[in-house]
């Protein structure tokens, strides 16, 4: 039985999420912080690590600051871990969340359970926080191991407007 160092029945504030990733550490589970409640996500599966992998290595070989599970500083009571950031410039190499202003890019690879969370949620979320660019990456459905990404940038309306999308292995082939 895992024992969290917190009191759920009082809103929790970005204060806590070092305590609560201690308590959770090596348990596999990750959690994100919104409007003061803690929300426990499962470990991912092998599909959705690899895709995320993939996917920050080839935003590093474009050269850009890019990072798995950095926490997108809404306000005190809402934190968001997308599966790959982009910096403007790297980040303070000791710091695990980060004011909005600070990122170019957010990543969600969909999640069979997270699916309404990652195309409309975080959408809204991480538009009006600014952040410039968004992507999707979500199962292809002709390859195990595939995967399709779809392509958001913010627009002038303050919402994000799709403009593309694309498979993956053939960025990773453009990249090489």
């Given at each position: ?42 470990p991912v599966k092998a599909w959705h690590a690899d895709v995320s992998l ?7 070989s474009q050269g850009r600051p890019a990072y798995q599970e950095q926490g ?77 990404v779809e392509f958001f940038k913010l627009a002038e309306d303050g919402r ?17």
């Amino acid at each position: 039985m895992i024992k969290l160092p917190i009191d759920l029945q009082e809103p929790i504030t970005e204060d806590d999420l070092d305590r609560i990733g201690a308590a959770l550490a090596n348990t596999g589970i990750r959690y994100e912080l919104d409007n003061g409640r803690l929300i426990l996500m499962s470990p991912v599966k092998a599909w959705h690590a690899d895709v995320s992998l993939r996917v920050c290595n080839l935003l590093r070989s474009q050269g850009r600051p890019a990072y798995q599970e950095q926490g997108v500083r809404i306000n005190r009571q809402k934190v968001r871990y997308p599966g790959i950031a982009v910096f403007h410039s790297r980040p303070d190499p000791d710091e695990s969340r980060h004011d909005p202003a600070m990122f170019a890019l957010v990543v969600e690879v969909v999640s069979p359970d997270s699916e309404e969370d990652d195309r409309l949620v975080k959408p809204r979320i991480y538009a009006s926080a600014g952040i410039p660019e968004y992507w999707i990456v979500d199962r292809h459905p002709y390859g195990q191991w595939e995967a399709v990404v779809e392509f958001f940038k913010l627009a002038e309306d303050g919402r994000y407007q799709r403009t593309g999308e694309a498979v993956l292995s053939e960025l990773e082939k453009v990249s090489d």
